[in-house]
């Protein structure tokens, strides 16, 4: 874990704690964010960066998802990352994987669906389907920003290009590496989103009294508590080892392929039952759009597939598992 | 998250090859048949004296007592590659699990001398007299009593459940030593010799129709003093510490491992959703094993990880049976192998949830801790 893990989260609480997440503006959160360097982290200095390293990132990542904002810290600091050998970084830059684009009747016409935070870039790192990557620059000719949101309300837009110039960047990290990256960082999202769902939790049914005692007293609400805190374990023991393999193995060795999916898989699980749960020992005022609780809930329903669809990481998993066998399995366990 | 190295260390590779080519001998020889649950049922002690020669009992244990004087990390990959074997470990597993480490804990000088040599060397035998008739989830309700004599205590009582006894040296036994007003304050731990007068033990055949636990029956049996465990009338704290070794281990998760190995080799020609389900056990069994990984570590560092233990042990049960689910997809009736292990680990399969602390009762213990004001 990062060695700077207590600053950094230092850091993210003084300029998103304190104040309501629906009372924030991301402009003004993002500019501050950005004074700090934190959508830089993990790249170089000399590329332009803030220096640190993924972890540090990752940190910076869950925090974040603890205060309930999901600002494309991770997306920056990623496609920033990816340029590096390229080009000089900066804080306005986003990914998008061009995995699920779609043509449009024109085939030369584009659409890049759910690109997150793009109206608020100056350019984009697209990894296409063939695994390279093109830097698009938003103020070209031929390239479109189309707004939508997810359930949060967070922007999640569609790129669209007509016949834009696509600079090839050569330096360019692997498609498997870079997605796996982002889908960890996703995992990590979650993981903080899934906390701060859980600490609401717990101070309510704390707080909350019924039949004369706080609804933490009564065994059927301690055991539902109890629920999503080994949730939570759970996922932040698969996040620690993802985050190892990576520093142990390098970005491209399927050891940390294979583990970034599987944490992808168990922060799903996780959401959804952390979110269920929240929501059903909140009573009412879970669901009141004042109680902040649906911020987080929100984010847990969004975040988890928009990194790639759990089954996928989990036939992935499934896959290795077959055509390895079991000592495989087990030497991946075990390593 | 915590902070933690990396996982394994070169020189626990020599561990494991050591644990492989014991087991892969004893196999070839015809000494043993991998089966899930083989830590609870799988009695051998001529295999668990051949681990000992080769010093991989009492790993962790200081040298003076007969141990290896290495870390938990050590103790995890000997285990584990044990589990994966489903290797025949009951005859040392409970003794090296938790009596030698609560002896460790609390025992004096004398009573650590006297014990963990003798399971380090595989000559003691250990069965945990907790449980009664009227005391299982509820621990603290034990009626049975050990009453202050001339030398030592008399205990008279009954405990149920206890696996191995018919076969064990030694008992761990907690008794009640003061009738007080709070339940969990007048309890002691002991020490005794199962060929003490007086002690009865009959059998108890499970579902299966395996004779693993017993009743175990005291008139009058003396345990002398110097048998006491720790101190007296503060055995509930004691015993809550040795339950977070018994929670955190990775037999809690490993127990169907065999038939996991099995339906790995079957599982192929299943399609994608079957691929699919294989890979969600893949990603729990990975993260399982890190969590164990982490209990071990906390214990490294004297830490009593009790939310982690109590995790860990929920969610490995729940994996154990989840594989048995999942090996019933692949079982064909024309694969007699898998059919017959996948009918071993279902009939084994109600009990991963209940001994040991059931599920419910561990999501309790969790939300204590986590709801303390
Ligand atoms: C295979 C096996 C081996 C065993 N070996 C040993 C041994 O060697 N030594 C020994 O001392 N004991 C042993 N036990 C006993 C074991 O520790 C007890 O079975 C266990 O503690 C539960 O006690 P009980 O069976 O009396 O169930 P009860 O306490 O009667 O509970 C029955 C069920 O009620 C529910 N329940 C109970 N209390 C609560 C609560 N507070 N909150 C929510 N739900 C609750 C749980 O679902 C529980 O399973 C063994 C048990 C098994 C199955």
């Known amino acids: 874990m990062s060695e700077y893990a207590e600053e950094l989260r230092g850091l993210v609480s003084d300029v998103v704690g304190g104040t309501p997440v629906e009372a924030r503006s991301s402009d003004e959160v993002w500019r501050k964010l950005a004074e700090l360097g934190l959508p830089l982290v993990g790249v170089d200095e000399a590329a332009g960066g803030s220096g640190g390293s993924y972890d540090d990132l990752v940190t910076v990542v869950r925090a974040l998802g603890e205060h309930a904002t999901g600002l494309p810290v991770g997306e920056s600091a990623l496609a920033s990352w990816a340029l590096a050998h390229d080009r000089a970084a900066g804080e306005r830059v986003t990914l998008a994987f061009g995995m699920d684009a779609v043509y449009e009747d024109d085939l030369s016409v584009v659409r890049i669906p759910c690109v997150p935070w793009l109206r608020q870039a100056s350019a984009v790192v697209v990894y296409g389907r063939s695994g390279g990557a093109t830097y698009v620059d938003l103020d070209a000719p031929g390239v479109e920003v189309h707004e939508g949101v997810n359930l949060a309300g967070e922007p999640r837009d569609d790129l669209v290009l007509r016949g834009a110039a696509m600079p090839n960047l050569p330096g360019a990290p692997d498609l498997a590496e870079a997605r796996a990256r982002f889908g960890l960082l996703r995992s990590v999202a979650v993981a903080g989103a899934a906390v701060g769902a859980y600490t609401l939790t717990r101070g309510y049914v704390m707080q909350r009294e019924q039949f004369g005692k706080p609804l933490a007293r009564i065994p059927a609400v301690a055991t539902a508590l109890a629920t999503m805190r080994v949730a939570t374990v759970r996922l932040d023991a698969a996040l620690e080892r993802a985050v190892a393999n990576l520093a142990r193995s390098g970005g491209t060795s399927q050891r940390f392929l294979a583990a970034a999916a599987a944490a992808g898989v168990t922060a799903a699980a996780t959401a959804a039952t952390c979110a269920r749960t929240a929501h059903q020992l909140h009573g009412a005022m879970g669901v009141t759009a004042e109680y902040p609780l649906h911020h987080y809930t929100k984010r847990l329903w969004s975040w988890p597939e928009e990194a790639g669809a759990e089954a996928d990481c989990a036939r992935y998993l499934g896959q290795l598992a077959l055509a390895g066998g079991e000592a495989a399995v087990w030497d991946e366990l075990t390593c | ?373």
């Open chain 2, 1 to 373: 998250m915590t902070t933690t190295t990396s996982p394994e260390a070169p020189e626990l590779a020599d561990l494991r090859t050591q644990v492989r080519e014991l087991t892969g001998q004893w196999r070839a020889d015809g000494r043993y048949e991998p089966r899930s649950d083989n830590w609870m049922r799988g009695f051998d002690p001529d295999f668990s004296r051949e681990l000992a020669a080769r010093g991989l009992i009492g790993i962790t244990w200081p040298r003076t007592y007969g141990g290896g004087g290495r870390s938990q990390a050590a103790r995890l990959a000997v285990n584990e590659e044990l589990l994966r074997a489903g290797a025949p470990v009951a005859a040392h597993w409970i003794g090296d699990r938790q009596i030698g480490p609560a002896v460790l804990r609390h025992g004096t000088p004398e009573l650590r001398a006297e014990i963990l040599p003798g399971i380090a060397a595989a000559r003691y035998v250990f069965c945990l007299g907790m449980s009664e008739p009227e005391a299982g989830s509820d621990l603290a309700a034990v009626r049975t009593t050990a009453a202050r004599v001339d030398g030592g205590w008399r205990v008279n009582g009954r405990k149920i459940w206890t696996t191995g006894a018919h076969k064990a040296t030694h008992t761990y036994l907690l008794a009640r030593t003061e009738r007080t007003e709070r339940k969990h304050e007048g309890l002691t731990e002991f020490i005794v010799d199962m060929d003490t007068p007086g002690i009865e033990v009959s059998p108890i055949v499970d579902l299966a129709g395996d004779h693993h636990f017993n009743e175990m029956t005291f008139t009058d049996v003396f345990v002398p003093e110097h048998r006491v465990l720790g101190t007296v009338g503060n055995a509930w704290r004691q015993v809550t510490e040795q339950l977070s070794f018994e929670r955190g281990g990775p037999e809690r998760f490993l127990s169907t491992y065999p038939l996991f190995a099995l339906t790995l080799r079957d599982a192929e020609a299943h399609g994608a959703d079957t691929e699919e389900r294989l890979g969600r056990l893949v990603a729990d069994l990975a993260t399982l094993r890190r969590l164990t990984w982490q209990v071990a570590a906390s214990l490294d560092q004297g830490a009593a990880p009790v939310v982690d233990a109590a995790t860990l042990k929920y969610l490995g049960n729940a994996f154990e049976n989840d594989v048995v689910d999942f090996a019933r997809r692949v079982c064909t009736p024309d694969r007699a192998e898998l059919h017959a292990a996948w009918a071993q680990a279902l009939l084994a399969s109600p009990g991963f949830t209940i001994r040991g602390g059931a599920a419910d009762v561990l999501l309790s213990i969790i939300a204590k801790q986590e709801t303390r004001p």
